[in-house]
């Protein structure tokens, strides 16, 4: 009596001759994934792959083979879409610069707020809960008229392109993101809590921030600081050159805060460099913006 044919479990039309060595089910040529001995099923690797433990970087990203910084790419089309907005609509510099408090007029200008109001003049700015400025401003720049203009833009985002695909390569693209926007928000903090009624624009503070972390990361990964030394002074020295004519408060805020979240990133105990952990350090981080955001707010309005 001749035996029945075997068939693929997953294909029963069609003849099988091999087992998984896992599930020692039969499986069909196209069923067939190679193993270290033998084949297995597609469902058995599946399984497999699932309980692997994902190699991570020390500070706590998952290594992947992709290159691309795509975080960065789509960080400096932002900026420059944000840019061409600017010169079509230029009140959209007024509408989300970064602004402590001012008064708009009946004319639509903007004045001074020294504490009080008048009929007709409307308070604006953080301190009338525009709280969204603390980011939006980061993506804003000088517009073409004003006396540094377009090299505002094009200096920022050299910048970012040197140094963010670099950090972004080592951090992963969800903590480099959020670096990179806690850097610019509390760049936009100390703007608010030193220069109040002062409009400000520019991706400077974050672009601060990501240079502090390129530092502490070389730093935590042992190696030669020489040459990143002499890259931090550079920066160190443009930051004080350029107060004459840009916000050295937002320079500041980005470079303490970049500092501040890749040394957590970089230097916290292994068990708390997890998705988890990293995410309530920075909504503790915001948590800890919001406190002088308010302390400033209630000594503006009174």
């Known amino acids: 009596m001749e035996a029945a044919a075997t068939t693929c479990y997953r294909h029963p039309s069609t003849e099988a001759y091999v087992r998984c060595t896992r599930c020692d089910r039969y499986i069909c040529p196209d069923c ?8 297995q099923c597609v469902e058995c690797v599946k399984e497999g792959q699932r309980s692997l433990r994902q190699p991570r970087t020390v500070f706590g990203g998952a290594m992947s083979r992709a290159t691309a910084p795509v975080v960065t790419y789509a960080l400096i089309a932002l900026n ?5 907005g ?25 004045y001074y707020y020294r504490g009080d109001t008048f009929p007709g003049y409307e308070l604006t700015g953080i301190a009338d ?3 969204y400025r603390l980011v939006t401003g980061a993506f804003l720049h000088l517009p073409p008229d004003a006396s540094f203009g377009v090299m505002h833009l094009l200096f920022n985002m050299f910048a970012l392109w040197n140094i963010g695909r670099a950090v972004e390569g080592q951090l992963g693209r969800t903590r480099y993101l959020a670096l990179y926007l806690l850097s610019a ?19 400077s503070g974050a672009v601060f921030g990501l240079a502090a972390a390129y530092w502490v990361i070389h730093r935590r990964l042992g190696h030669d600081m020489a040459a990143v030394n002499r ?3 550079g920066f160190l020295i443009w930051m004080v050159l350029s107060a004459l004519f840009t916000s050295w408060q ?35 981080l915001l948590g800890l913006f919001a406190v002088p955001v308010v302390v400033r707010t209630s000594a503006l309005t009174g």
């Open 80 to 84: 420059v879409l944000a840019y061409l």
């Open 32 to 39: 067939m994934r190679e193993a270290s001995v033998g084949h």
């Open 231 to 233: 890259f931090m002074a």
């Open 250 to 284: 937002g320079h500041l805020g980005g470079l303490l805060t970049g500092a501040l979240v890749t040394y957590g990133l970089a230097y916290a105990p292994a068990k708390l460099r997890t998705g988890p952990f990293q995410l309530a350090g920075g909504l503790v």
């Open 86 to 110: 600017e010169v079509v609509r230029p009140e959209i510099v007024d509408r989300f610069a970064v602004l402590g408090a001012a008064l708009t007029g009946p004319d639509g200008e903007q």
């Open 185 to 203: 928000v509390g760049g936009s903090v100390l703007v608010y809590l030193l220069a109040p009624d002062t409009s400000t624009v520019g991706a």
């Open 129 to 131: 809960g525009e709280w």
